[in-house]
């Protein structure tokens, strides 16, 4: 009987051993699973408030003066804005499905007016008088209200990179068809204002109030 009572122990013993060994296992489980959602909602976190961060900067910023040319008539026809890529950004694509370029004027608002990236500049278009006959020539740029862009020590593609700077030019009608007295063209003490905006982070925007005692197709800087 005694020899009867102690294996009887010893089976209980076994089982409780197996049923801790269970919920031991489970209880592991279960904290893995706590842990990796943990991991992984910290994670997602970490990524919105990047993308967060990423879209609050502008992708572009500009490097250099703003540069104005008048016409005949002492309005600002003509305005040239040096840009690059912001500290940290990656490579940004400045075709025309890309971008959108509007102009905010006294007694106008032009809502993307952005033509795409001029592809066949060359040295001699350095010279902004000799870049702006071959876009008026090219596309009718001296007609209409529009804006393009040229990137200078780029390797022939639409895409702005860090090494490279890119130029948009902006052209302002002195007449609209269809309002008699109505003008795009800015004049002294005038205010314009200009937003850049890319497929990624926050809009460029430029504020600039046109000087006193313009002169006749001239370039002024616009500060």
């Given at each position: 009987?005694?020899?009867?009572?102690?294996?009887?122990?010893?089976?209980?013993?076994?089982?409780?051993?197996?049923?801790?060994?269970?919920?031991?296992?489970?209880?592991?489980?279960?904290?893995?699973?706590?842990?990796?959602?943990?991991?992984?909602?910290?994670?997602?976190?970490?990524?919105?408030?990047?993308?967060?961060?990423?879209?609050?900067?502008?992708?572009?910023?500009?490097?250099?003066?703003?540069?104005?040319?008048?016409?005949?008539?002492?309005?600002?026809?003509?305005?040239?804005?040096?840009?690059?890529?912001?500290?940290?950004?990656?490579?940004?694509?400045?075709?025309?499905?890309?971008?959108?370029?509007?102009?905010?004027?006294?007694?106008?608002?032009l809502l993307?007016?952005?033509?795409?990236?001029?592809?066949?500049?060359?040295?001699?278009?350095?010279?902004?008088?000799?870049?702006?006959?071959?876009?008026?020539?090219?596309?009718?740029?001296?007609?209409?209200?529009?804006?393009?862009?040229?990137?200078?020590?780029?390797?022939?593609?639409?895409?702005?990179?860090?090494?490279?700077?890119?130029?948009?030019?902006?052209?302002?009608?002195?007449?609209?068809?269809?309002?008699?007295?109505?003008?795009?063209?800015i004049v002294?003490?005038?205010?314009?204002?200009?937003?850049?905006?890319?497929?990624?982070?926050?809009?460029?925007?430029?504020?600039?109030?046109?000087?006193?005692?313009?002169?006749?197709?001239?370039?002024?800087?616009?500060?």
């Open positions: 009987m005694a020899r009867l009572l102690k294996s009887r122990k010893g089976v209980v013993g076994v089982e409780a051993a197996i049923v801790l060994i269970a919920f031991i296992i489970v209880a592991a489980a279960l904290s893995y699973v706590v842990v990796n959602m943990g991991l992984f909602i910290t994670q997602k976190t970490k990524e919105t408030m990047q993308e967060g961060v990423d879209e609050s900067q502008s992708a572009l910023q500009l490097d250099g003066m703003i540069v104005g040319k008048t016409n005949n008539q002492r309005q600002v026809e003509w305005i040239i804005l040096p840009v690059k890529l912001s500290v940290g950004k990656a490579a940004l694509d400045l075709k025309k499905e890309a971008i959108v370029i509007s102009v905010y004027l006294p007694n106008a608002t993307n007016i952005y033509n795409g990236v001029y592809m066949n500049g060359t040295e001699v278009e350095a010279d902004c008088d000799v870049l702006i006959a071959n876009l008026s020539r090219l596309y009718g740029m001296n007609k209409t209200d529009m804006a393009m862009s040229i990137i200078y020590n780029g390797n022939n593609n639409t895409v702005l990179e860090s090494t490279e700077k890119a130029f948009i030019i902006i052209h302002l009608n002195s007449t609209v068809a269809g309002f008699p007295g109505i003008r795009h063209t002294d003490y005038e205010t314009v204002t200009i937003e850049v905006k890319g497929a990624r982070g926050a809009v460029l925007t430029v504020v600039r109030t046109i000087p006193g005692g313009l002169l006749e197709n001239s370039y002024v800087g616009l500060r």
